[in-house]
């Protein structure tokens, strides 16, 4: 069993950075691939970024080269640093776990992003 706790949202002015944490719980973080998808007002769960056990990462072209995606295992924690945030990145952010496939999720952190 996994359990994920999102912090971080807020809201913040078109332009700004913010970073998100998810920390998680048990014993198998560091064999877990850990993920940030995130659902805008009345539309689909989408992927934003993944991170495999041993730190490969993979992006959605909308957020390429603003985002970064980064773990810390030892803190059994996973992070999304935002940056030039735009209106459209505006969503709740949900953090996701697979573990032998078993998927996981956190209750989501809301990302207001203002014009």
């Known amino acids: 069993q996994v359990q994920l706790v999102e912090s971080g949202g807020g809201l913040v002015q078109l332009g700004g950075s913010l970073r998100l944490s998810c920390a998680a719980s048990g014993s198998i973080f560091s064999r877990t691939a850990m993920g940030w998808y995130r659902q805008p007002p009345g539309k689909p769960r989408d992927r934003v970024a993944t991170?495999?056990?041993?730190?490969?990462?993979n992006y959605a072209d909308s957020v390429k080269g603003r985002f970064t995606i980064s773990r810390d295992n030892a803190k059994s924690t996973v992070y999304l640093q935002m940056n030039s945030l735009k209106p459209e990145d505006t969503a709740v952010y949900y953090c996701?776990?697979?573990?032998?496939?078993?998927?996981?999720w956190g209750k989501g952190t809301l990302v207001t992003v203002s014009s």
């Open positions: 991170i495999t056990s041993v730190g490969g990462t």
């Open positions: 996701h776990a697979e573990y032998v496939n078993m998927h996981y």
